[in-house]
Structures are given as structure tokens and as C-alpha cells.
């Protein structure tokens, strides 16, 4: 039965005063406190949304580029002759080089430093230790261009290349590209590199006294030699890619004028190298002329004024920027040799042993560039198909492709 609600008022009088007031605050408190807690819960679930909220912009956003502090050139920085080099066109075993005295005297003349020799899956293995021979013979250091990613016996072909120039070369050194433009031949760095980790280990072992270089770009690409650097096991000893200026058609001031980005180029290489490696590698320009796809007659080629402008330019910025080694395309058999067909020098052959004089015999330093600070950018081209072709190189002899990317030079 219920109890009377008069009673139990009548009750609660008979209960002490300070009980009761001891009673209503400690009830007081207890409801604070639950407000209190429900309250913080609330204030954390909010915060706790909040931040779930904002930490996919957080990671969506861009990162401040990192300033990358190059350091200066001493203006008493010593040119390397390795500066002074060429390319053999070696397209077959009629190669001028191979079978001419004349032309072989010549550039003995021209005081060539450093010989880059292809090896073409056609050319026999006796063209190819010919070929090494004459480099030997004509005191140059040799530059072997190793088969690639893209050979499927990758591995024989390089191990068989390498043990033929330790037969040749012995304990000098030999300095080995791996592979030739493959970026222009659809073949991204990630394979690149992967194939790089696969074959030079075994290579090193082998080679008596090597120096194993890449990534060989047909022009600078700032992204291409960043993924390459932080991925490349082992570190390559040098890095290479190509300069050309411009496209035979393009007109004379801006082939001079495109010399200049070089600078850059090299400034960004070397800023990379720091950001991914912590240290400066050596740089080898491989490759480089005024335009791959020259003619005889192109308006440039056939004039003398051109050629002893852009070619002095050219070498005075190589030097400037004190680079290691580069290598002009080429020193017979195309379109701009050193050397014509009948073994006399042509204007650039005359150009490289003016400039050999000037720097190297008589010490007339290009002073460095004011280049000391740099932010690196990614600046990879957009290759495009040509005819079903990805681009030129002159590991075939030709340029197919070339114009097809000639606009990407920057």
C-alpha cells in the first residue's frame, strides 16, 4: 500500500536541519558534475569531427619547395679536359674513325679527351673491340654506351661488353652509360631504374676499374633524375643527359640564345643531387650540338659564322659551368663531324681545338656563373607519338621523332 504523502513531509521534518543542508549539497554537486562531464563529452566529439574533417585537405595541400643552397665556383676552378670529347658515329665497320689515318690524326689535333663509343645490336663484336682499340690508341678515355632496359638479354649482352673492354682497357679507367635515351623511347624512370638495380651490381663485379653512369636523358628532366637519384642502387659515379638547342628549321638566334638554358639545367641538376644524395655527382653532358636533326645545307650548318659563334658559345658555357666531362655529336659520319670525309677539320673541329688552346693550354678560365641558389621544379617533358615512334635517338642512326619534340626544350 502506498505510502501518505503527508507523512512522509512529516517525516522529513523530524531530519536535523544541518543533515538536510549537508544532504542538498552534496546532491547539488553531483548534478553539477554530471553536466559537467556531458558537457566535455560533447565539446570532444565536436573537436574530434573537426579534425577528421580537415585532415585530408591537410594532406591534398602542396609543400613549401625546399631552397637548395648550391654552392658557389671558385673562379680559380681548374676546366676538366674531359670537357674536350666527341662521339663516334659507328654505324657499321665503315666507320671514318676505323678505317682512316688521316681523320684519326686529325683528331688527335683537335686533342679529343674523351671518345663516347655505341654499342649497336647490329655491329659485330669485332667492330666493337675495333672500335675500343682505336679509342686506346688515339689516348682518349673510353665511353661505352652499355645495351639498356629495352634488350631482352640485357645482362649477357653488358656482362660480354664489359669483359671485352677489361681486355682492352685492363685497370684504366672505363666509363659505362647505361643504356641511350630510353626515356624518349617510352620507358619510365620506375623500369629504368628497376632494371639499373638489376644489372649494374653484377656489372661492378666484373669490371676491372668502372664508373657506371646514368640516367642518359635526351634532355634535362628535372623529375626523370630526382626519382632516379632517390631510387638508384647503386648510386650511379656520374649523371648524364643530352643538350640540344633547337630544330634544324628554327632560326639562328634562337639556337644561340637556347645555350644559355644550360646553366639552368645544370644549377638544377646539381641542386637535385644535394636535395636527394646530400653531395654533388659529376655531371656528363653525353651528347650536344646545335640541333639532332641538322642538315648539310639547313642554313645554319653551311654557315661558317653560325658555326663559330654557336660552337664557341657553347664551349665557353660548358666550361664556365665546370662540368665534368661532354662529348660533341659527332666527330664523323653525320651531319655535324668534326672532321669532313676527306679528313680536314670542319669549322666545329677547328672551334674545339681553339677552345682546347685557350682554356686548357693557356688557362683562359670562363669565369662561373652567378648561380648559387636554386628551387627545383619539376620540368618533365610530354612526349607524344610520332608515326608510332616515341621520340629520336641516335642509337639507330636516325632522328624520327625529333620533331615531334623539339618544342619541349627548355
Known amino acids: 500500500m502506498p505510502e501518505n504523502p503527508k507523512s512522509a513531509q512529516n517525516n522529513l521534518k523530524h531530519i536535523p536541519r544541518p543533515v538536510r543542508i549537508v544532504t542538498s549539497i ?5 548534478l553539477m558534475g554530471i553536466g559537467t562531464w556531458l558537457l566535455y563529452q560533447k565539446i570532444t566529439t565536436n573537436q574530434q569531427k573537426e579534425t577528421a574533417l580537415t585532415v585530408p585537405s591537410q594532406k591534398a595541400a602542396t609543400p613549401t619547395p625546399i631552397q637548395i643552397q648550391i654552392p658557389a665556383i671558385p673562379a680559380n676552378t681548374p676546366v676538366s679536359p674531359l670537357l674536350f670529347g666527341t662521339n663516334m658515329g659507328l654505324f657499321d665497320s665503315n666507320d671514318q674513325v676505323l678505317n682512316s689515318t688521316v681523320t684519326r690524326a686529325a683528331l688527335q689535333q683537335i686533342h679529343m679527351r674523351i671518345i663516347r663509343m655505341p654499342v649497336r645490336a647490329s655491329l659485330s663484336e669485332a667492330t666493337e673491340m675495333q672500335a675500343a682499340q682505336t679509342i686506346k690508341s688515339l689516348g682518349a678515355a673510353p665511353l661505352v654506351i652499355l645495351r639498356g632496359q629495352l634488350d631482352k638479354n640485357v645482362l649477357a649482352d653488358d656482362i660480354r661488353i664489359v669483359k671485352d673492354m677489361n681486355t682492352i682497357f685492363g685497370q684504366n679507367t672505363v666509363y659505362y652509360e647505361y ?78 640564345s637556347h645555350i644559355d638554358h644550360w646553366t639552368n639545367h645544370i644549377a638544377d641538376a646539381r641542386a637535385t643531387m644535394i636535395g636527394t644524395v646530400g653531395t654533388e655527382l659529376p655531371i656528363m653532358i653525353t651528347e650536344w650540338n646545335y640541333a639532332p636533326n641538322a642538315t648539310p645545307n639547313d642554313g645554319k650548318n653551311n654557315n661558317s659564322a653560325f658555326m663559330n659563334t654557336w ?100
Open 26 to 30: 552534496a546532491l547539488i554537486a553531483f
Open 179 to 256: 643504356g641511350n635515351e630510353e626515356d624518349l623511347q617510352g620507358v619510365p624512370v620506375a623500369q629504368y631504374t628497376s632494371s639499373w638495380n638489376a644489372v649494374i651490381p653484377q656489372l661492378k663485379r666484373i669490371a676491372l676499374h668502372a664508373n657506371f653512369i646514368g640516367p642518359v636523358n635526351f634532355q634535362y628532366d628535372h623529375t626523370y633524375l630526382t626519382t632516379f637519384l632517390q631510387t638508384a642502387q647503386p648510386r650511379p659515379d656520374e649523371i648524364s643527359w643530352h643538350e640540344y638547342t633547337c630544330d634544324d628549321k628554327w632560326a639562328q638566334s634562337v639556337c644561340i
Open 311 to 410: 660552337t664557341t658559345h657553347a664551349l665557353q658555357t660548358l666550361a664556365a659551368n665546370r662540368i665534368f666531362a661532354s662529348m660533341q655529336y659527332s666527330c664523323t659520319n653525320t651531319a655535324i663531324p668534326l672532321v669532313s670525309s676527306n679528313g680536314a677539320l670542319t669549322i666545329q673541329g677547328t672551334m674545339l681545338q681553339t677552345q682546347y688552346q685557350n682554356i686548357i693550354i693557356k688557362g683562359q678560365l670562363p669565369a662561373p656563373p652567378a648561380v648559387t641558389k636554386l628551387i627545383p621544379t619539376a620540368t618533365a617533358p610530354t612526349l607524344s607519338t610520332t608515326n608510332g615512334n616515341q621520340g629520336f635517338t641516335f642509337a639507330d642512326g636516325g632522328t624520327d621523332g625529333w620533331s615531334a619534340h623539339s618544342s619541349t626544350l627548355t
